[in-house]
């Protein structure tokens, strides 16, 4: 007779040939990854459209036992991946696993702030009251008086009540479960599903080889008793009951269970009846809005383009680098009718630090805001200029204010346009709008984007009063350029 062929019950989503695990003897984590399982076996997901993200520590080693999407990202950031993930991918159905440490302190802002902004995602806090990977330290969660590697006379500091935290940001959905409530998780899980928006289930789980051994419960089964003698399940309890001693029951059971819009739908709503709001599919497509716009911006002009164009501009805080972009920006789209995406970079000082803006122009729809290589690069400092000089290449064109950078070591080809935009800008009496000289240049040397258009973004980007004077400093700087340009040729 044929021997039973021997089959992990769950093994259509767990990964067998990872077994073992790495989990401790009486860990709970895999009650919950069963539960996990076994809710979305019940679901009707189309499980390739499922992605499952972690940070670092026990529990984040939950992905990899999963044939499923995962991500085991860096300590505290599973949430913060999960909201890039989810944005550019929303019909993505997003999990994540994470400790208490590496959910609530380490990455404790990133999970307010998705809760607050409702980003569609559910995660599933395992609470084992410490920082079981790194040995068993005094965490977020870590109830007063109970003892830690850290907390050898027990601790003092006040805990966390997740629940209480989830409900204060916004959560649609706030749960709590012990590993010893198997069943609960899993509903928890299926009602998650059905709620769209950020959804927090926190499941105690025994870890007894860190926090359990230090609190008289050695074992897997005396962490479980110690669960089943302390809890109570309550029927809409009030997440201030939610919080965590040595001494009183534990509450658990469905704190929170509402609705409001998730972040894209309000999004949607209330943005996109001002401009277009597209939706990244995941596979570079970008979908139309379904909301009709109110306002229908058409374009002045409509200005050709030979090309895409890659536009860096890198200098010191305060010389309004990020306004000299937003304004190539508009003068290309809003204007000009074509696309762009721009994006802003700082160092940490407002004013003297480094700031750098970079657009992307096209006829087509942009889709990746980031490049290493610009087409132009505009230079107003010399560190900048050290900086991002490695990313020239033939047939770039690089602008520098003369008097503030010193052209040196660059490849061959790469098309070099000085002028002294900040001594023209204190000429005409004031050198902050030196930015805007480099505009007017910018905008006769290379031909991105149109007069008309650049003239026009210029209006109403700068502060009221002040168009005359900018528009006088746009065509200095504009004048300059056609000069050189006409020299050259
Ligand atoms: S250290 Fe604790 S949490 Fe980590 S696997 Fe072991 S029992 Fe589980």
């Not at 997901?45 to 999407?69: Q, T």
Request: net charge positive; with cysteine.
């Amino acid at each position: 007779m044929k021997p039973l062929e021997k089959k992990h019950p769950l093994e259509v989503l767990i990964r067998t040939e990872r077994m073992p695990h790495i989990f401790c003897s009486g860990c709970g984590i895999g009650t919950v990854l069963t539960s996990f399982v076994e809710a979305l076996l019940e679901s009707e997901l189309n499980l390739d459209k499922v992605a499952v993200c972690s940070g670092i520590g026990c529990s984040s080693r939950v992905p990899g036992y999963l044939k499923l999407d995962g991500f085991h990202t860096t300590h505290g950031r599973s949430v913060a991946f999960a909201t890039g993930l989810k944005l550019s991918n929303p019909e993505l159905t997003v999990f994540i696993f994470a400790g208490d440490g590496d959910l609530v302190a380490i990455g404790g802002n990133h999970l307010i702030h998705a809760a607050r902004r409702n980003i569609d995602m559910k995660v599933i806090c395992i609470n084992n009251f410490n920082y079981g990977m790194t040995g068993g330290q005094s965490g977020p969660t870590t109830p007063l008086t109970a003892r830690t590697t850290t907390s050898m006379y027990g601790t003092f500091e006040e805990p966390f009540n997740l629940v209480h935290l989830m409900w204060a940001c916004g959560a649609v959905y706030v749960a709590r479960w012990t590993a010893a409530h198997p069943h609960y998780i899993k509903r928890s899980i299926s009602e998650a599903l059905e709620r769209p928006g950020f959804c927090f289930i926190e499941v105690i789980t025994p870890c007894p080889t860190n926090w359990g051994r230090r609190n008289k419960m050695r074992t897997g089964i005396d962490m479980t008793k110690f669960f089943l003698e302390r809890t109570v399940v309550k029927v809409n309890p009030e997440p201030t009951e939610a919080g965590i001693d040595m001494k009183n029951p534990i509450v658990c059971g469905v704190f929170v269970d509402k609705e409001r819009p998730d972040f894209i739908e309000a999004l949607k709503e209330q943005v996109g009846k001002k401009v277009k709001v597209y939706e990244f599919r995941g596979d570079g497509k970008a979908e139309p809005p379904e909301v009709p716009l109110k306002i229908s911006p058409k374009p002045l002009f409509k200005k050709k383009l030979k090309d895409i164009y890659r536009v860096k501009i890198a200098g010191l805080g305060g010389q309004g680098m990020g306004l000299l972009g937003l304004i190539i920006g508009r003068a290309a789209t809003v204007f000009d009718g074509n696309e762009a995406l721009y994006s802003q970079e700082y160092g940490p000082e407002a004013r003297g630090g480094a700031s750098s803006a970079a657009i992307i122009i096209s006829e087509k729809k942009v889709d990746v805001p980031y490049f290493a290589k610009p087409d132009v690069l505009i230079i107003m400092a010399q560190a900048a200029f050290r900086k991002y000089k490695k990313f020239l290449h033939p047939g770039s064109i690089l602008i520098v204010d003369s008097e503030l950078v010193k052209v040196t070591d660059i490849p061959e080809g790469v098309k070099v346009y000085k002028l002294p935009a900040t001594r023209m800008a204190e000429k005409l009496g004031r050198s902050i709008v030196a930015n805007i000289v480099i505009l007017g240049f910018f905008t006769a040397i290379t031909d991105i984007i149109s007069l008309k258009a650049a003239k026009e973004a210029l209006k109403i980007s700068v502060p009221k009063g002040t168009e005359e004077f900018n528009l006088k400093a746009f065509e200095n700087g504009y004048d300059y350029g056609k000069g050189i340009k006409k020299e050259g040729e």
